[in-house]
């Protein structure tokens, strides 16, 4: 989590929401993300996408079975869509987000009928210190 972390200031400091991201495989970070839709022109320039996709460049293969994704905030749906044909093994987030979050929030996304692959859900992990990167961030901006 402090890999994705330090991702999230590397958003904050772009001016991007911070939310940031890290793909592992066998304990080694293989992929790398922060938001960058403002700066990318992107909508689906979110934090997990820009780490799955560095991460089936560099192993050569869009399934990452096996793989654990980090990110600071509770996924979107699109996020949570991208796990599933990704083929990663475990989530691990640190905030819930309570307005888009779709694993627990609004949503339990990961468990919606007709997906052809699971993935183990685990978190809360270092969650105050995700929860105050956004709320620093939106407070600044207010």
Same mark, same amino acid.
């Given at each position: 989590m402090d890999a994705a972390l330090d991702q999230a200031r590397v958003a904050r400091d772009a001016?991007? $929401?911070p939310i940031g991201a890290v793909v592992s495989i066998d304990g080694e970070i293989v992929g790398r993300g922060f938001n960058q839709p403002l700066a990318s022109g992107d909508p689906t320039a979110h934090a997990e996408i $820009?780490? !799955?996709r560095e991460a089936a460049r560099r192993v050569g293969n869009y399934r990452l079975t096996g793989a654990a994704l980090y990110v600071t905030i509770e996924p979107c749906l699109m996020? /949570?869509?991208a796990l /599933?044909?990704?083929? !990663?093994g475990t989530l691990v987030f640190g905030a819930l987000e309570p307005k888009m979050g779709a694993v627990t929030s609004t949503v339990r996304g990961a468990e919606l009928p007709g997906h052809n692959h699971r993935f183990e859900i685990v978190s809360g992990v270092r969650e105050a210190e995700c929860r105050e990167l956004m709320q620093e961030f939106f407070r600044q901006r207010r």
């Open positions: 001016g991007e $929401v $820009v780490a !799955i996020c /949570v869509g /599933v044909h990704a083929r !990663i």
